[in-house]
């Protein structure tokens, strides 16, 4: 769900991994990104729009006023939306390349 919303508002290169092994911060994590902070308030505005109404309410919202990385904590998935400078810089799919790339027709699926 949170991927086919950031794909809704033309989310640069969205992946899902499966983190449920290797930390207890959350099962899965999106990551995509935006090319101005409006899309990625955008794009964060979609998410929080369609995992509320399948029953998941946000614990935190954070980054969103700056709109170069937002982060939207659901729990039991995490949504990463960054400006692709913060994307180069911080490698967030390298940090957590221990984790499992959801194949994307597993989740467009959804």
């Not at 207890?24 to 505005?45: E, H, N, P, W």
């Not at 998935?77 to 960054?82: A, D, F």
Request: hydrophobic share 45%; glycine share 6%.
């Amino acid at each position: 769900m949170a991927a086919n919303a950031c794909e809704s508002k033309k989310a640069n290169s969205t992946v899902v991994l499966d983190v449920s092994k290797v930390t207890l911060l959350a099962d899965y994590f999106v990551i995509t990104g935006g090319d101005s902070a409006a899309q990625i308030r955008a794009i964060v505005d979609a998410v929080d729009a369609s995992l509320t109404e399948n029953g998941l309410k946000a614990r935190s919202i954070e980054g969103k006023t700056e709109g170069r990385w937002v982060l939207l904590d659901f729990g039991s998935v995490i949504v990463h939306v960054l400006q692709q400078k913060e994307r180069d810089f911080y490698k967030i799919e390298q940090f957590w390349n221990h984790a499992l790339i959801v194949d994307r027709e597993e989740w467009v699926k959804e």
